[in-house]
């Protein structure tokens, strides 16, 4: 074989085992279900959403905690979802235009929707990436272009240096006070930011999300904030807290607001424990508990409430917790 020849061959099989072509870059950098989705043990058929006292509960009902914890995950959810359902809409097209360090879909628009969409990814460093989804209404100038969603990703990379799709770490904002500006719009207001790390398919994986001033769901006039931090390993189950600040103890002529912190543990089986802290606003130097642990099958096993009159409380924590000592969270 001549030298030519082996260049030659060489060649052919550079190219076709080569790098990532640039379009599939700039795809494989948005996230993904994988990366954010907040898991939970889920009950089949299950209802997921209760706001029922835990005090109206007995041993062996579905725990009213881990329903909570549930349909807590199930909102949060919903928000980073639609954040992906959007991205994913986008860049079913080929980029619009594509270089070096940038890639534009759009803008594009469904055939009977109102609002034009675009998504820009730039390339910013070395496996560092930075997005922005854009919004106008169909017919307006392209100056009128809002930022619904911003959000940057750092990728993880395979042994050739190449992203890997569906892992690494970032943060993304949704808007709703300027999507609330477009034709097509939901009736949410405030915004809502998700901070995820998942380096690989053994790591343990976090979502972190803050919702800051979004409508108060007892009252449409008044606006909350809300935290929430998710972490979970792979066959070793998880940990889901949340902590929401407004009026829960309605004191006569006082609207002050107290903190509401709950932090949900739970093994691979399913089997968990809710601690739950109540505390400031009219409660002053008081601190209302309740901490409830579920079995395999999210019955409740053990459950104490230092604010229900007649002190409820049933279970031996040794025997019935998969946890057996209360964590309350750090929020």
């Not at 929707?113 to 106008?136: C, D, H, Q």
């Not at 770490?169 to 009736?187: I, M, R, V, Y």
């Not at 972190?208 to 929430?228: I, M, P, W």
Request: glycine share 8%; hydrophobic share 35%.
């Amino acid at each position: 074989m001549t030298l030519r020849k082996s260049l030659l061959i060489s060649a052919l099989m550079l190219a076709g085992c080569g790098r990532m072509d640039r379009e599939e870059e700039f795809r494989s950098v948005l996230p993904t279900k994988e990366m954010v989705e907040v898991k939970t043990p889920e009950k089949s058929g299950q209802a997921l959403t209760s706001a029922e006292a835990v005090h109206g509960q007995g041993k062996g009902d579905l725990s009213e905690l881990y329903k909570l914890t549930r349909a807590t995950t199930v909102m949060v959810n919903g928000g980073t979802l639609w954040v992906l359902g959007l991205v994913d809409q986008v860049t079913k097209y080929p980029p619009t235009t594509l270089t070096e360090d940038t890639a534009v879909w759009g803008p594009h628009t469904e055939a009977l929707a109102r609002n034009t969409w675009k998504l820009t990814v730039k390339k910013t460093g070395e496996n560092t990436y930075s997005y922005t989804v854009s919004a106008k209404a169909k017919e307006a100038q392209d100056s009128a272009f809002v930022d619904v969603i911003t959000g940057t990703h750092t990728a993880a990379v395979d042994a050739a240096g190449e992203p890997l799709k569906g892992f690494g770490k970032g943060e993304f904002t949704l808007d709703w006070n300027k999507q609330a500006t477009l034709p097509e719009h939901d009736e949410n207001v405030g915004s809502f930011t998700v901070k995820y790390a998942r380096e690989d398919n053994k790591s343990a994986a976090t979502v972190d999300a803050a919702f800051r001033q979004v409508r108060d769901e007892n009252d449409a006039s008044k606006r909350v904030d809300a935290d929430y931090r998710y972490a979970a390993t792979p066959a070793q189950g998880g940990q889901f807290d949340f902590k929401i600040v407004q009026d829960w103890f309605k004191a006569e002529g006082s609207a002050a607001k107290e903190t509401l912190t709950i932090k949900s543990r739970w093994l691979e089986s399913g089997a968990g424990r809710s601690d739950v802290e109540l505390s400031g606003g009219d409660l002053k130097s008081e601190t209302a508990t309740a901490n409830e642990c579920w079995d395999t099958l999210f019955a409740s096993r053990y459950l104490r409430a230092s604010y229900a009159f007649p002190q409820v409380q049933y279970g031996i924590e040794a025997n019935d917790c998969a946890f057996a000592t209360a964590s309350y969270s750090s929020l």
